[in-house]
């Protein structure tokens, strides 16, 4: 049985010299790591990376990072940022609300002025507002600069469209808001509603566009605000908190 004891496990994990694996395989051709990245984890699974890991991970309540948590009175809920939650799901709900004004089908509000009915256009476009504005509300709440950026973009596009929705019965208020006037909207030609609401090139289907990308944008920034759940960083085996899944020097410990 081959003894890892006292040897630095960094060199197999891709970190510092390579002469160890090289050692091991007998080749000089420079790996600096057991294997070229961890897409190939599966093949040491049963070895000392697999052993690691589930030391590091395991659910015991001697756990490494139960442990840091426990030492440091720390609580993971602080590592979630509820604010950007709440934009990625009102930027949900905003998407949503914009498909169902571009339904086909029998669903499509716009398809002739024959069938046109101002009562379903008008309820369908009140949701499309009150979701915009429930958008720009959680945006009001966070100070992530990426996602307050792609939010930005997307009330500088309702800006500029403001004399095209106010023929709409619709207004943009100082806030970014939008109010909607009932009335006014019913009176509003169809074709009026449907280029605004129902088309491709539509103000709807832009504002649907950077609701995609906003809610992108606050999962991933979400993830990466979290350092308990970060894809690209881990804590190490004494609370340290490491950059690198790859450094071979969290897991000395272990063996």
Same mark, same amino acid.
């Given at each position: 049985?081959?003894?890892?004891?006292?040897?630095?496990?960094?060199?197999?994990?891709?970190? &510092?010299?390579?002469?160890?694996?090289?050692?091991?395989?007998?080749?000089?051709?420079?790996?600096?790591?057991?294997?070229?990245?961890? +897409?190939?984890?599966?093949?040491?699974?049963?070895?000392?990376?697999?052993?690691?890991?589930? $030391?590091?991970?395991? $659910?015991?309540?001697?756990?490494?990072?139960?442990? $840091?948590?426990?030492?440091?009175?720390?609580?993971?809920?602080?590592?979630?940022?509820?604010?950007?939650?709440?934009?990625?799901?009102? +930027?949900?709900?905003?998407?949503?609300?914009?498909?169902?004004? *571009?339904?086909?089908?029998?669903?499509?509000?716009?398809?002739?002025?024959?069938?046109?009915?101002?009562?379903?256009?008008?309820? *369908?476009?009140?949701?499309?507002?009150?979701?915009?504005?429930?958008?720009?509300?959680?945006?009001?709440?966070? =100070?992530?600069?990426?996602?307050?950026?792609?939010?930005? +973009?997307?009330?500088?596009?309702?800006?500029?469209?403001?004399? +095209?929705?106010?023929? *709409? &019965? #619709?207004?943009?208020? #100082?806030? &970014?808001?939008?109010? #909607?006037?009932?009335?006014?909207?019913?009176?509003?030609?169809?074709?009026?509603?449907?280029?605004?609401?129902?088309?491709?090139?539509?103000?709807?289907?832009? #504002?649907?566009?950077? $609701? =995609?990308?906003?809610?992108?944008?606050?999962?991933?920034?979400?993830?990466?605000?979290?350092?308990?759940?970060?894809?690209?960083?881990?804590?190490?085996?004494?609370?340290?908190?490491?950059?690198?899944?790859?450094?071979?020097?969290?897991?000395?410990?272990?063996?």
């Amino acid at each position: 049985m081959i003894r890892l004891n006292g040897m630095n496990y960094g060199g197999y994990f891709g970190y &510092g010299s390579s002469s160890g694996i090289n050692s091991i395989f007998g080749s000089s051709s420079g790996y600096n790591s057991i294997y070229g990245n961890l +897409s190939q984890l599966s093949s040491v699974r049963s070895g000392a990376y697999a052993k690691a890991l589930k $030391a590091y991970y395991g $659910a015991d309540s001697k756990s490494p990072i139960k442990t $840091a948590y426990k030492n440091y009175n720390l609580d993971t809920n602080l590592y979630t940022d509820k604010t950007l939650t709440n934009v990625k799901n009102r +930027s949900s709900e905003l998407i949503s609300s914009a498909e169902k004004l *571009a339904g086909t089908g029998k669903d499509n509000l716009f398809a002739n002025k024959d069938s046109y009915n101002p009562d379903n256009a008008f309820k *369908a476009v009140s949701d499309f507002v009150n979701e915009y504005n429930d958008t720009v509300s959680a945006l009001g709440k966070t =100070s992530n600069t990426s996602v307050v950026n792609v939010g930005n +973009s997307m009330t500088r596009m309702t800006d500029i469209m403001k004399t +095209s929705l106010g023929k *709409a &019965g #619709i207004k943009v208020g #100082i806030d &970014g808001k939008l109010t #909607i006037n009932e009335e006014d909207f019913k009176k509003a030609d169809m074709n009026t509603v449907k280029n605004l609401f129902g088309s491709n090139s539509s103000y709807a289907k832009i #504002i649907s566009s950077s $609701a =995609s990308r906003l809610q992108s944008t606050a999962l991933k920034q979400s993830l990466n605000g979290n350092s308990y759940y970060n894809t690209g960083s881990v804590y190490g085996r004494n609370g340290s908190y490491y950059n690198n899944y790859y450094s071979g020097f969290n897991f000395n410990s272990f063996f």
